[in-house]
């Protein structure tokens, strides 16, 4: 490393990191010293050791410590990875982590088998089959070959990460039949419908790789957590003391995993009131201003000390693996939102006033749930039934969602693309000209970073096998709308969704890729196809589904690619194991849904004794029923028309956001990101700020405090203590339901009860204005007259 290529990687760093909100602040400040002559490296020997040392690790390695702490310098490309023994393994875990996860995904909040938790499980499986299966071959390939490899292990667990993201037809099959009430959607259906949707996600995933997983600083910091873990388990570990300990990072798994396996007993069976420790609303539990403003259940959450479960401090943020910066922002977003909540809800705005604050149900216009089949015939919207009945109605925590929706989709796109327009400029640069060279594979090795480098040994997976995968998902879409007339959805509507993933689905997988926070395009389809298709509800869900499962399914697919990336898995490996993976997913997903349904008393209800509120599907029947049956025009030019200036404002504000950026850089520091910031805003109805609270202490001492000052213990225990949580919570929840719960054995105690008293628990007063004290008795436009 000489002094002229010193300064040939700082000044590439400067480049490619620009507004980088994850390159080291230090680095940053002291490789433009550099550049700028402020440090003369060259004549003293620590500053020129020092200057080598940061130049070595940026180009030999990564400029993330992060990343640092969880890969390899080095790859051996001899080292087993395609085997009988990973792909067994990885299949057995993947039906069981993808049933739980369906199984729990009705539960307010889920429970899932993490990444990290599953990866815990599947190594002793890998080294039971060292040491017991005979060395014998079947075909060609060894039964046994050998010690069960780190490159083994993370090929199972890009397999069982297919299994990572609920599916999200989920929500379409669990709507249509306990809230439409449709007995038409039979088990072919629901096969046509998942399929379709989940490959369409898988095809659109090989298509992004050259945006969000080559690129460096794509950096994935969701999957940090799963790398360090497996690390953990079967690279050979230094006895070194670090800040005073010593202890393996696997023998500290397992005390983590322990501890929190037997604790999260007392928040989930024991004393309820640890997990919605929505404690001052006991000191006055009829007092329905209090719970608006501090309530766990239905108000705002506004509570420094909210909860002492893990499941709820980790569920709107991971706080021990997303960037401090990102949680904080997320946060920032929430307070404000809480303001703007409260003033819709106390000045009555639409009649807010009249539902609770921070339901995400839908209403009629005497408070009651809307149910969408009073309004049909044949399943279209019946005018003359919808005058006789209400229009839909949206609570203040909803009516904020929806805006800020609306507003982001705009800001998102313009603003993403400026920022990130370098790394998208390259990668398109390069597809162009592979067209122009009859096709020739991308390969990773144009790029230029190490791990870039070190994969390009490897074969690529041709791009034309993504696209017959799309081809084939196209198909069975299409299949599903013709053979089950019922949807009422036309074919157009597919292309449609597929068209605007292709626009959106880039700068979306970027913000995702960065700051590991992920959006998706739902409420901007359901708003076209509204438009389009006005009156039809279930066509709206139908491409919906597409709408944003190529989104959700694609990131999911990516961030599995880019873990690969990092653990040096060869590509068409990977192709064909995801592709198995998301087959078995699909097929045990529709077994663990269709049980539920059939056997979870009281699914979907308010109150469900188990927490099986169903809330996703909540949310997702009141979207279908606003902007499906009613449809957004009604919703713009009568209902809420202050909705539709959201747009234009997100577009304004990019411009905006771009113009600061640009020409006041010090007014934006780089840790300010507008769309984590508009994320925040979202995260409510039903959910509220006591998601967040205890989430952003955890985060300020892990995230910031620990990884700036004790930096070496950050890299070896902080992303391997989130997996341990994680698995802890994950499992005693499946045994803690099973064993006492499902058949209920209730525990009839002050500490169990009081979350259920009171308004908390859905007792006396749940609206701020009384509906009964209307002369009409119902609120909104008159009968007869509604939009």
């Not at 480049?15 to 002291?30: I, S």
């Not at 667990?157 to 099959?173: E, K, L, W």
């Not at 957590?225 to 010593?246: D, M």
């Amino acid at each position: 490393m000489n002094d002229e290529k010193v300064l040939k990687i700082y000044q590439a760093s400067s480049e490619n990191h620009q507004n980088d909100p994850n390159f080291p602040n230090a680095d940053w400040t002291y490789l433009h010293q550099v550049l700028n002559g402020e440090i003369n490296y060259t004549e003293n020997f620590e500053e020129n050791f020092k200057a080598k040392l940061l130049a070595s690790l940026i180009y030999y390695h990564s400029p993330y410590p992060e990343v640092r702490a969880v890969t390899d310098l080095y790859n051996d490309p001899n080292e087993p990875v395609e085997t009988i023994r990973s792909y067994t393994i990885a299949i057995i875990w993947l039906i069981i982590s993808t049933g739980i996860r369906e199984f729990f995904y009705h539960r307010q909040p889920a429970i899932a088998l993490s990444v990290g938790v599953v990866s815990i499980l599947m190594y002793p499986c890998g080294k039971a089959w060292e040491y017991i299966m005979p060395n014998i071959k079947i075909g060609k390939l060894p039964l046994n070959p050998g010690p069960y490899s780190y490159k083994e292990q993370m090929f199972a667990t890009t397999i069982v990460t297919v299994g990572s993201q609920s599916v999200y037809v989920s929500s379409n099959i669990v709507t249509q039949i306990k809230f439409y009430h449709q007995d038409w959607v039979t088990f072919g259906y629901q096969v046509l419908l998942t399929l379709s949707t989940q490959t369409m996600g898988f095809a659109f995933a090989g298509i992004l790789r050259k945006f969000v997983i080559y690129p460096e600083r794509a950096l994935w910091p969701t999957n940090l957590p799963s790398l360090a873990l497996n690390r953990a388990l079967l690279k050979p570990e230094r006895k070194e003391i670090i800040n005073g300990w010593k202890i393996t990072k696997y023998k500290f798994f397992w005390i983590c995993f322990c501890g929190m396996f037997v604790y999260n007993w007392i928040p989930t069976y024991l004393f309820n009131a640890l997990s919605t420790f929505s404690w001052l609303t006991w000191i006055s539990p009829n007092n329905f201003n209090l719970d608006v403003v501090t309530g766990f259940n239905g108000g705002l959450g506004l509570n420094p000390i909210p909860t002492f479960d893990w499941n709820v401090v980790s569920y709107l943020i991971s706080p021990l693996v997303l960037p401090f910066y990102v949680s904080m922002n997320v946060f920032a977003g929430m307070v404000l939102s809480f303001f703007v909540i409260l003033a819709i809800y106390y000045t009555n705005t639409k009649w807010s006033a009249y539902l609770p604050i921070n339901s995400n149900s839908v209403f009629t216009n005497t408070g009651e749930s809307f149910e969408v089949q009073e309004i049909l015939t044949n399943g279209l919207l019946d005018l003359e039934k919808y005058q006789n009945y209400s229009p839909p109605f949206y609570t203040a925590g909803n009516l904020v969602v929806y805006a800020v929706f609306f507003l982001f989709y705009p800001l998102s796109f313009v603003y993403n693309t400026w920022k990130e327009w370098d790394t998208i400029k390259f990668a398109l640069k390069f597809m162009y000209n592979d067209t122009k060279e009859q096709f020739q594979n991308f390969t990773v090795g144009k790029f230029d970073d190490p791990h870039s480098r070190m994969m390009a040994r490897y074969k690529e997976t041709p791009d034309w096998c993504y696209w017959c995968i799309l081809i084939v998902s196209l198909v069975l879409a299409i299949l599903c709308v013709k053979i089950y007339p019922e949807t009422k959805t036309p074919v157009w509507g597919i292309f449609f969704a597929i068209g605007i993933n292709f626009v959106f689905l880039i700068p979306l997988c970027l913000l995702y890729a960065v700051t590991g926070i992920q959006m998706g395009l739902n409420v901007l389809v359901e708003l076209i196809v509204g438009y389009a298709l006005p009156g039809n509800g279930v066509a709206l869900m139908t491409i919906k589904a597409l709408g944003y499962n190529i989104d959700g399914q694609a990131d999911n697919f990516v961030s599995s690619q880019k873990m690969a990336h990092y653990a040096k898995i060869p590509a068409r490996a990977l192709f064909r194991g995801q592709l198995i993976g998301v087959i078995i997913q699909c097929f045990v997903f529709l077994g663990v849904v269709n049980w539920s349904l059939s056997n979870i008393e009281g699914l979907c209800e308010v109150h469900q004794k188990q927490k099986f509120t169903c809330p996703q599907e909540r949310t997702f029947y009141s979207a279908s029923v606003l902007w499906g049956v009613i449809g957004p025009k009604r919703v713009f030019d009568g209902l809420y028309p202050i909705l539709r200036w959201a747009f234009l404002i997100g577009f304004l504000l990019a411009l905006l956001l771009i113009v600061v950026k640009k020409y006041f850089p010090k007014y934006f520091p780089s840790f300010i990101e507008p769309q984590v910031f508009a994320y925040g805003m979202i995260s409510y109805a039903p959910y509220n700020l006591s998601y967040i609270v205890s989430g952003v202490y955890t985060s300020f001492a892990f995230m910031y405090i620990i990884r700036r000052r004790y930096l070496a213990w950050f890299e070896k225990y902080n992303y391997v203590l989130s997996s341990a949580f994680d698995a802890g919570v994950a499992f005693s929840a499946v045994i803690i339901f099973f064993a006492v719960q499902y058949h209920a054995k209730n525990l009839s105690w002050w500490g169990n009860n009081v979350v259920y008293e009171g308004i908390e628990g859905g007792e006396g007063q749940q609206s701020l204005k009384d509906i009964t004290e209307s002369v009409r008795g119902y609120f909104g436009p008159s009968k007869g007259s509604f939009p």
